[in-house]
């Protein structure tokens, strides 16, 4: 790669680590403040292309498959590296294409960064791999019982469509493609029209990583092309094996019909849709209404509201608590200057959803940011419903992606537990609660377990916490596969299959289930953790 | 349920632990050795009754979920108690209705009860919550860190399809309930045609348990019915979260097939078609050729060649020890007297699909065993075809249940390596090594683990031992999902989701996430593994 200037994007894609320039019909990012297309622009992948990336990521699965651990950390150590010496390049472009902040951005730039290290981290730390080791009992009656053992290895190739909202964290080097790196399967990338010079970017320091730590061509590719098209054919594709995905609930289904009509089924990680709930219960909202309001606001207009995580749902019992939450947050929002979005078509979609929402049976606006200027400007928005109406007409539960939420003013706790027994599935639910409320927090917290993927107390839902414990996910149509995470180390396992190994020798053993335990990973010994390696040699 | 007699079956079913007669059409299972219908007959379940089974699995689902983990060891552990206790009715009922032999059947019952007191002790044992506590880190820079946990909880309902072939161990009370019930999810059973009866006394026995051990009413209903009508019914009902499947692979693609068409999609867990390729490589086929084909045969025509896993697939490299192995595979075939098959329809496909696969191209009969006699037997029967054929017509995949095999002749190991890179994926896959054979091998063995969920070495595939480390499961058509098992206790992981707290009060926490960890279970504290409580309480 090093004849290929770093730090300024060419157009071209990555294929099997290396640039190669589509042949198909040319698209560009736009500068959502502007609206003018952004130089340069991305030939789109042909369908030999999109053929050739698939055929490489299969030839690289076996061999990347059966790296060590250490070798794959120091793949993704070394990708985490390279984003960090290109950190201002990246950050300069990519506010070119999303208009984001520089501040947010460059730390987005380390919240990227950190995540492959802590996958790395994970990869060493020998969790994982969920050993298992039965040793055989040869004088077991009536039958002798086999020596057998389980690990769990990687799924093969995965598909990975980069997110919008986060073009670093989210995207080409995000989540997805550091959980499925880490757990050894080769990654494609469908780079986000939203911020294709930023995803050129990344792509090429990820394949300067793959050839610097010795990975197999074919470890990772990146194309450009439209979603309709060049997605549908990737997740057609019979070498593909999963699918990771962030954005919208019509393109996570569309890329869950197209996985359902493949004759082999495969695992479609969609994260999609949530509304995030937030539920003020009645001691807290007495206590402090108002200053709950504010921090509500803020939370909503945090990055023009374009997050999953946004709070686009608010659940409260009517009173004076709630009059003087809503009015704080109706003059913080009222206060709010407007923000660009990250594409006109964003935003445009932001402000239709946003009218449909605010035209339904029994919806009233109570406050309106500033229109900002531009092309691409989202105004915060607050709008109110009683909860009788909201529990009767699933429309209101339509996302709108953007700073825009819904008050739902129940008359009493029944109608709240009844509006909380009609919602969707969710990323988050928060509860704000102070002592007094516990006893009632108590008794909701199985519903909101049931509904959500994470459940926050006295806090807001924006802002996800990349560790060991986190769960970005939750029942559908938050994604399309509750059983996931796509934050936090528990996303490897997304992209692992458990396989079990009957007396097989031990010199053939991959290296977690070997008598010796040489990477000292940890594994359940007839079923007790243990890092030990086997008392008794066979 | 005392008022029913425990050892005869009435015809009915239970629906919420209670017993209910189907007001449908009324169906029997059939004595495969005289092919006559057994009483009682089993009028099916109503669209209603389905309905209420569904609903009061939804109603259950929420308080069984938050069972202790104690308690519904307790559960199982009772079922357990009662299967031992009922042993020689049921032995009794199923060899009437499937005419697997008496000692295989209490074999059944003991493996039915271990793999229930397996469970029990595995949710005692206090590593499947798969906890995780990130502490708070109030004074980080640039931001504090919320106190973040994670542990695991039950999916929901899920429906259970009995099998055929293990009356006990994969139906009521078999391998995927104990995995769900152990998870905290309701279940609800669609019975098997091929054994209602014993279908019927297996449920009793789970409705008394639940009703001893004070489970909610719903934890647990079995119905009657048509897999097209009642099948499909539950597969598609919005209560319902998951499936557990194990029969035929146009059975499993059904299922899939109603799943997909869900608006809101689930987990489908098939286990479905697979032809467990043993491969005999050169030292081992050398040394002891005539040995394996008799040790061959003998798992091949095992329970009339009725298992998931039966050795329907030998690759090898032609030669003297292929053709002693195959003079000795052949001779102990026709010395077999044949058997009868568990149903009438299963012996007639079984005799269809083995033509038709001995009718293909290139295909040679080498061995036959005896019509024996009654209504469904079953005589084994040996094929070979060479390996270049093999691999060019995808047909001579195909499964035939019961004790036929294909040996396919290769004309050298390239041609060995080939086929095994066509083949679908598989439950098992074996390798006869000697220690000659062990670079060999251990060049194979990626790809065997790419092609199965279970490796095994110097054994034979049919008997599935029940423990930590098994997976019985693997990549498609072996399961449609192949990060679970069916076997083992991973089988339980099919059955959750993770949820994430953040700042959520200790009070409230699930016991396995408080600072004490009153459980004592296995938590990750910021990614290390400990049953210690948390050092400074919050």
């Keep these: 790669m090093s004849d290929l200037p770093r730090t300024r994007p060419t157009g071209a894609m990555v294929i099997g680590t290396r640039p190669v320039t589509g042949t198909g019909e040319e698209i560009r990012s736009v500068d959502p403040r502007t609206g003018q297309p952004i130089e340069p622009g991305y030939p789109a992948a042909s369908a030999d292309q999109a053929d050739r990336a698939c055929e490489l990521a299969r030839e690289a699965s076996t061999a990347y498959r059966t790296t060590t651990p250490q070798r794959r950390a120091a793949f ?19 506010h070119t294409e999303t208009a984001l902040p520089r501040p947010r951005l460059t730390g987005e730039v380390g919240r990227t960064s950190a995540q ?25 009656r009536p039958l002798p019982r086999a020596d057998i053992r389980q690990r769990r290895t990687a799924i093969g190739p995965v ?28 990654v494609i990338v469908k780079a986000h029209q939203a911020h294709l ?15 610097e730590t010795g990975m197999p061509e074919g470890v990772f590719s990146q194309l450009v092309g439209s979603g309709t098209e060049l997605g549908t054919r990737l997740v057609s594709d019979p070498r593909v094996r999963a699918i990771g995905f962030t954005g919208s609930r019509s393109g996570g289904l569309a890329i869950a019909a197209a996985a359902a009509a493949r004759p082999v089924p495969i695992p479609v990680y969609a994260e999609m849709s949530s509304i995030n709930p937030v539920l003020l219960l009645p001691g807290a909202l007495k206590a402090r209404g108002a200053e709950l309001g504010a921090a509500f606001a803020a939370s909503l207009t945090l990055g023009a509201g374009q997050f999953c995580t946004n709070p686009g749902l608010v659940l409260a019992v009517a009173g004076p608590g709630l009059d003087a ?37 029994g919806v009233e606006e109570t406050g309106r940011g500033g229109e900002g200027d531009g092309a691409a400007c989202g105004r915060a928005r607050l709008l109110t419903v009683d909860g009788r109406r ?28 009844t509006v909380l027994g009609v919602l969707e599935g969710q990323l988050t639910a ?14 909701l917290l199985p519903l909101l377990e049931e509904l959500a993927g994470r459940v926050l107390f006295n806090g807001w839902p924006t802002g996800v916490e990349v560790g060991h ?21 528990l996303a490897i396992e997304r992209f692992l299959r458990p396989v079990a190994y009957q007396d097989v020798p031990d010199a053939l053993l991959p290296d977690e289930l070997r008598d010796g335990n040489p990477l000292g990973v940890w594994r359940r010994l007839d079923g007790a953790p243990s890092r030990a390696p086997l008392a008794d040699e066979r």
Aim: aromatic fraction near 6%; include cysteine; glycine fraction near 10%.
């Design 469 to 489: 414990a986190m769960v970005h996910g939750g029942p559908f149509p938050a994604t399309t596969d509750p059983r996931g995470t796509s934050v936090g180390t």
């Design 390 to 417: 909201f529990a009767g007409d699933p429309a209101l539960q339509t996302e709108v992606f953007g700073a825009t939420s819904l008050i739902v003013r129940c008359a009493d706790l029944d109608e709240l537990t």
């Design 430 to 443: 928060t509860v704000h609660a102070d002592d007094a409320d516990l006893p009632l927090a108590g008794r």
């Design 76 to 94: 993704l150590d070394r990708i985490a590296d390279l984003l960090d010496t290109e950190r201002d390049a990246l950050v300069e472009r990519a």
């Design 325 to 361: 939450f809503t009015a704080a947050a109706t003059e913080a929002v009222a206060a709010d200057p407007g923000a660009t979005m990250l594409t006109p078509a964003i935003a445009r979609h932001y402000a239709a959803s946003g009218d449909a929402l605010a035209g339904l049976d």
């Design 197 to 211: 010079g930023t995803a050129e970017l990344v792509a090429r320091v990820v394949s300067r990583a793959a050839a």
């Design 116 to 140: 492959l290290r802590l996958f790395a981290a994970e990869l060493r730390a020998g969790v994982w791999q969920g050993a298992r080791i039965d040793p055989a009992q040869p004088d077991r």
């Design 159 to 186: 598909v990975v469509f980069g997110a919008s909202n986060f073009p670093l964290a989210f995207s080409t080097a995000g989540g997805d493609t550091a959980s499925a790196l880490a757990a050894g399967c080769p």
